[in-house]
Nanobody, 115 residues
Framework: QVQLVESGGGLVQAGGSLRLSCAAS????????MGWHRQAPGKQRELVAG???????NYADSVKGRFTISRDNAKNTVYLQMNSLKPEDTAVYYC?????????WGQGTQVTVSS
């Protein structure tokens, strides 16, 4: 059984930084895409950043230049380095991994940015 465990969320002041980590346990191989999504109260879930097995990345316009996604294939782990955080970044962040037609999701971790 595959489980994704997230860490690194918390409370930070505007302008500060956080690094989120998400590690997959269980039998999971050849992960095509690793990514991060977020959902704020009353808003639709949105893609924050994604990274392919070929190290191609994409970001939401709102986080470009501030967030960096990376992956460690040997550890089945995806990271999200978040710099210059803004109050509007406050949300529950979910990691996601795609293997073929299968999708796996983390439990979500709260990120709160105070002004």
């Amino acid at each position: 059984q595959v489980q994704l465990v997230e860490s690194g969320g918390g409370l930070v002041q505007a302008g500060g930084s956080l690094r989120l980590s998400c590690a997959a346990s269980g039998s999971i191989f050849n992960i095509n895409v690793m990514g991060w999504h977020r959902q704020a109260p009353g808003k639709q879930r949105e893609l924050v950043a994604g990274i392919t097995s070929g190290e191609r990345t994409n970001y939401a316009d709102s986080v470009k230049g501030r967030f960096t996604i990376s992956r460690d294939n040997a550890k089945n782990t995806v990271y999200l380095q978040m710099n210059s955080l803004k109050p509007e970044d406050t949300a529950v962040y979910y990691c996601n991994m795609k293997v073929g037609y299968m999708n796996y999701w983390g439990q979500g971790t709260q990120v709160t940015v105070s002004s």
